[in-house]
């Protein structure tokens, strides 16, 4: 039986978990500058791109994180990753966007007998580690100057998408229909 992968040699939180607890102290500038560097360094971040979006659409800039919703949806398909694409369709809801089109979007990924979907099973999204930022924006960006820079990230993601179609998508229980 092989040995278990080993742990993280740092009891640091990674980027998502500190953005994440920085939001709930209701340091949303604090968070993005955080969550916006992570998707800088990596725009195709399914999970950086939802809390980009929401934060985003929290500090005013509604239609920049609804556009990032609609990009994190097709994002997280793409990686495998159900959840985060409907709860990206949740949030662009709750923003007051339509989010039939990326409900059907998963539809149409996850059903099944999809061209989409693998042989693969279902894993949970890989946890962040080393390849993280370090570091978040610098303090000087606050105000717009942050927002513009997070929806600049926001575009890089949706510039990063994937131009064809998955065809390994995980399976998903819950969509079986026999």
């Not at 278990?4 to 949303?28: E, H, S």
């Not at 989010?99 to 890989?126: N, T």
């Amino acid at each position: 039986m092989a040995a278990p992968p080993p742990l993280p040699t740092t009891n640091q939180p990674n980027v998502i978990d500190r953005a994440i607890a920085l939001a709930c102290a209701g340091k949303l500038e604090e968070a993005l500058r955080w969550v916006a560097a992570e998707l800088n360094r990596d725009p195709t971040g399914s999970v950086a791109a939802l809390l980009t979006a929401r934060w985003v659409a929290e500090l005013g800039r509604e239609e920049a994180g609804l556009a990032g919703f609609e990009t994190c949806v097709t994002r997280a398909i793409a990686a495998g990753q159900l959840p985060v694409a409907v709860a990206a369709c949740a949030e662009l809801r709750r923003f007051g966007g339509d989010a039939s089109k990326c409900y059907l979007q998963i539809a149409k990924a996850y059903a099944e007998g999809s061209q989409s979907l693998g042989d693969r099973a279902m894993e949970p999204p890989a946890l962040g580690g080393g390849q993280e930022v370090e570091q978040p924006l610098p303090d000087s960006f606050h105000g717009d100057l942050l927002l513009d820079e997070a929806a600049d990230a926001l575009s890089a993601a949706l510039q990063a998408l994937p131009k064809e179609a998955p065809s390994d998508l995980p399976q998903q229980p819950l969509l079986r229909c026999r």
